[in-house]
């Protein structure tokens, strides 16, 4: 058993959840078999920096399935106790728990890190920025690495162009059959679908704000319109109001939209999108939450800063207290809501990211020894092994213009 887990005898509700997420999976099931044939993991050492849910599960024991060394990683939030129990029942070298302090989430992705991992699967690029500073054994080990995030790919992309990555890693986020469902589709239902059930309200009428209109923005947008709100999009590429304008929103400045929100979403990725004076605007006693997101989108540590205060009023909602007068509502301090407080985006479309990571996972596997240290494109094959193994188990055919899928 494995120190790291917080409540070992729970394994068995966790098996049951992933047993569950397994049956609609057919895509990873397909993808992992076909890497178990050709053996191409046989050994290789692979860490999951992901949210340790059920599909994730999944995800970690086909690859172990497959012949790879498995060990998962997961902040304190983003934890379900009862899958990492199943998972180190399973032999997954397990490193997160739901209780650790930020002090013990550092010290366990650094245990992780020492498993020196030759491929690192990355969810926010943590695990990925952390190896730049371990110790020269765990880089040597590096193949590569995959990234799943678009807030993740940001800080990655930068540090390439500063010539400070150190290996190569694949934009999975940026390949068709990931963003295109997993950003959109999964994100955009699962956000929404989130925020309703925590405030225990209905959406009909409600005024809904999205900030950013990419892929995850238009996902909860359309969401939100599906349950009756009436939306409003605040950006600032001009392309992409003009996107959001020809598919009916209102489009505003997000401190106007605020003044006239009942509960506003962002979904940009950047800091501060949320800022002190667009929470001052904000009505009384509406509420605010980030899709996907990165720390402090909902700048709070400005807001108590200059004044501002705040108290738990109801599970994962807490009261912030403005300076103005003004109180508005905060959904599981301003995290991956999705993630946090619901069980992050459905499993069918999980599926279809999982196949891009293990095509990622494939592709550094047989080529990152030869690959500069630079952010990659995943070849557009992968794209296509993901869209037939997903239409083949549902029984759809398509007309065959004799491309290859490899």
Request: hydrophobic fraction near 45%.
């Amino acid at each position: 058993m494995n120190s790291a887990v917080r409540t070992p005898g729970a394994w068995r509700h966790g098996q049951e959840k992933i047993d569950w997420a397994r049956r609609f999976m057919p895509v990873t099931e397909t993808l992992a078999g076909e890497l178990l044939r050709a053996r191409t993991l046989a050994g290789l050492r692979v860490g999951l920096s992901l949210v340790l849910e059920p599909k994730t599960a999944n995800l970690a024991l086909r690859l172990a399935e497959a012949g790879a060394d498995v060990s998962v990683v997961c902040r304190a939030v983003n934890t379900r106790d009862d899958v990492a129990a199943a998972l180190d029942r399973a032999g997954i070298a397990v490193f997160a728990r739901s209780d650790a302090s930020a002090a013990t989430e550092q010290l366990l992705r650094t245990e992780f890190l020492a498993r020196r991992q030759q491929i690192l699967v990355d969810d926010g690029a943590r695990s990925i920025r952390l190896a730049h500073s371990a110790s020269a054994d765990v880089l040597d080990a590096l193949r590569g690495a995959s990234e799943e995030t678009t807030s993740g790919l940001r800080p990655l992309r930068a540090m390439a162009g500063a010539g400070r990555l150190r290996f190569p890693v694949v934009a999975a986020n940026d390949a068709r059959s990931k963003t295109l469902f997993d950003n959109d589709h999964g994100t955009g239902q699962s956000t929404v679908l989130a925020v309703a059930d925590l405030l225990g309200t209905v959406l009909t009428g409600k005024s809904v704000v999205v900030a950013g209109y990419g892929y995850v923005g238009r996902g909860v947008a359309r969401s939100a319109r599906a349950l009756g709100a009436r939306i409003t999009v605040a950006e600032i590429d001009p392309i992409r109001a003009l996107e959001a304008l020809h598919a009916g929103y209102r489009v505003a400045p997000l401190v106007e939209a605020a003044a006239a929100a009942d509960i506003l979403i962002s979904a940009t990725g950047f800091a501060h999108t949320v800022d002190v004076e667009h929470l001052s605007a904000l009505p009384d006693g509406a509420a605010v939450a980030v899709a996907g997101g990165v720390d402090q989108e909902i700048a709070l540590e400005a807001a108590f800063a200059a004044g501002a205060s705040t108290r738990r009023t109801a599970d994962r909602i807490d009261e912030i207290d403005l300076p103005n007068g003004r109180t508005v509502l905060v959904l599981d301090n301003g995290g991956c809501i999705n993630c946090t407080a619901g069980e992050g985006n459905p499993i069918e479309i999980m599926d279809l990211s999982f196949g891009v990571q293990l095509l990622a996972v494939e592709y550094l596997a047989l080529e990152g020894s030869g690959l500069a240290a630079e952010v990659h494109a995943l070849p557009a094959s992968a794209d296509t092994r993901v869209a037939h193994a997903k239409l083949s188990s549902a029984g759809i055919r398509i007309d065959n213009t004799g491309e290859a899928v490899r």
